[in-house]
């Protein structure tokens, strides 16, 4: 799958992420987590965090998975942000038939606020409608207002909230989001 969106100034690309992006996703991946968590965990915590979810070997055999899904955003052919997508349901509060958890979704600082977000949502929803899944699922800790109502824009519901273990040995209050795919 590909998305190609033009703006008059940047170049937007959103695809499923190959086999052989590890790396990028491994920069990715411990950029955004530094830029978004950096100032509420110790720079140990989030070390350890980026070691164990951003290793080139987890990453390797996530992108091997049929069932893990990385969708990967480039502005002028620049890695910038991704999502991904993977079905479980692993709280009771989420009853919703055919469930897929968005696990993450990133952008690259300098691109927030942008609509590239949006674009990326859409697509990710797009994805995971074609794939036929019918609800899709999150966690977003309790304190980050900018992402609770970036998903409560694309009609994403509280559904529940719970103790989310998060980098080191932090356990952090999340909000449990649901919406159901059309
Ligand atoms: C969550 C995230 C991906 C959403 O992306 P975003 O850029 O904030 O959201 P959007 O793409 O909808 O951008 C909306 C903003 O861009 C503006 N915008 C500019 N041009 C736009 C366009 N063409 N289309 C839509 N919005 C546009 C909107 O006015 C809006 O501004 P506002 O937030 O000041 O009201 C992003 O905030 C992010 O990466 N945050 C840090 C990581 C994080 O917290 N992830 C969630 C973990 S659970």
């Not at 008059?8 to 052989?20: G, L, S, V």
């Not at 955003?73 to 989420?94: D, F, H, M, W």
């Not at 009853?95 to 696990?103: K, W």
């Amino acid at each position: 799958m590909q998305n190609q969106l033009q703006t008059t100034k940047e170049a937007i690309t959103i695809c499923r992420a190959a086999e052989d992006d590890a790396v990028v996703l491994a920069e990715l991946g411990a950029r955004t987590i530094r830029q978004t968590y950096g100032a509420a965990f110790s720079s140990e915590d989030i070390d350890r965090h980026i070691s164990e979810a951003f290793s080139l070997k987890r990453l390797n055999a996530e992108l091997a998975n049929p069932e893990i899904f990385y969708l990967l955003v480039t502005v002028n052919q620049e890695p910038c942000g991704y999502t991904k997508l993977q079905p479980t349901s692993t709280s009771e509060a989420i009853t919703g038939t055919g469930p897929i958890e968005l696990v993450r979704l990133y952008l690259d600082s300098q691109w927030i606020g942008q609509g590239i977000g949006a674009k990326l949502m859409q697509t990710a929803l797009e994805f995971v409608a074609n794939n036929g899944f019918r609800t899709c699922w999150l966690r977003v800790l309790e304190n980050n207002t900018r992402a609770i109502a970036f998903y409560r824009r694309w009609s994403f519901v509280e559904v529940g909230s719970e103790y989310y273990l998060a980098a080191g040995d932090n356990t952090v209050p999340v909000l449990l989001m649901t919406r159901l795919i059309n």
